[in-house]
């Protein structure tokens, strides 16, 4: 206490004058300054270390657990330890907000053909526009159900062509599909993948598979294995942003499927499959891997 004492008047008279009043040696006083000193810097350095894990968590829309949160500080110049930086989360309730809720499907009847599971879970791909897989999704809002249909590039887990409507018909998965060839500039062959739905095997998709070169590829029956890189994604998407708003309109529904997966999922979030980068990042870094 008297060290404390001497610190906090230490402006009333010199250190001799305060000292010899508080019976105190000078060294001892200046050796319980030094170790404050430390535990001042100590504490200024974890009150750092707290402000940029709750900055990364929340630029990365409070989803990432305390593995990924590493990963995102490490690219952000800052080395903590998993340890530590569990600690922090749990200190601050930095918890990943993350739901689950189930809904089917209606049921409808096909028109067309089902095609042979030619990819058979060969879900690492060594070429971009090689292998594409598709899927449809369902969205809760006041306008009642509303569909999203994805492509995804299996090559880097790149969503590259999506659409939403209020009509889980073909045309759903024709726009997506569209969306997709549109930023295809390659022209290469294709292997489409996707699940059994009426959408993927009316005669109608198969048509438009065809005309541009592509080959269809379909899961077997009530198996959602065979096209799991997709269903992780909706997966994925639902616990970090579906499930956590309340849609009233396809303008906000639109919205937030642009900000999650263009900006978001397709060029921030970290893919433990991908080495921690993003899609784009993997994509950017081995084209140009390979162009070297």
């Known amino acids: 206490m008297k060290c404390e004492a ?27 300054l030094k170790a ?48 530590i930086i569990r600690k922090i989360m749990r200190e601050n309730g930095l918890y ?52 999203l249909a994805v492509v995804m590039d299996l090559y880097n887990r790149e969503i590259i062509g999506y659409t939403v409507s209020k009509n889980i018909n073909t045309e759903l998965v024709k726009r997506a599909l569209s969306n997709a060839l549109a930023r295809n500039e390659q022209g290469n062959k294709i ?11 009316s005669m109608d998709y198969g048509r438009m598979l065809a005309e541009n070169n592509m080959d269809g590829s379909m899961s077997r029956a009530g198996c959602p294995y065979d096209n799991s890189c997709v269903e992780g994604f909706f997966a994925t998407l639902k616990k970090e942003c579906i499930y956590r708003r309340k ?11 642009f900000e999650y997966i263009e900006l978001f999922y397709n060029r921030k979030r970290l893919h433990a499959t991908l080495g921690y980068l993003s899609p784009v990042q993997y994509r950017i870094q081995t084209r140009n891997g390979n162009a070297a």
Not at 105 to 111: G, L
Not at 191 to 201: A, E, M
């Open 247 to 257: 849609y009233d309109t396809m303008e906000e529904i639109e919205r937030d499927l």
């Open 191 to 201: 292997l489409f993948h996707s699940d059994r739905g009426v959408q993927y095997s």
């Open 96 to 147: 990943p907000e993350l739901q689950r809720k189930f809904k089917p499907y209606p049921n409808c009847k096909s028109d067309g053909r089902f095609s042979d599971n030619r990819l058979d879970r060969q879900f690492r791909v060594p070429e971009l526009n090689e292998v594409w897989a598709g899927d449809i999704t369902y969205i809760k809002s006041t306008l009642g159900w509303v569909y």
């Open 36 to 83: 404050y000193n430390r535990q001042k810097e100590k504490q200024a350095m974890q009150a750092w270390k707290a402000r940029a894990v709750r900055d990364i968590f929340e630029r990365n829309k409070r989803v990432y657990g305390y593995r990924k949160m590493q990963r995102a500080l490490e690219a952000e110049g800052i080395s903590l330890s998993v340890y």
């Open 6 to 32: 001497v610190y906090y008047y230490k402006g009333s008279g010199t250190l001799q004058e305060m000292c010899e009043a508080l019976g105190l040696n000078k060294s001892t006083y200046y050796k319980w």
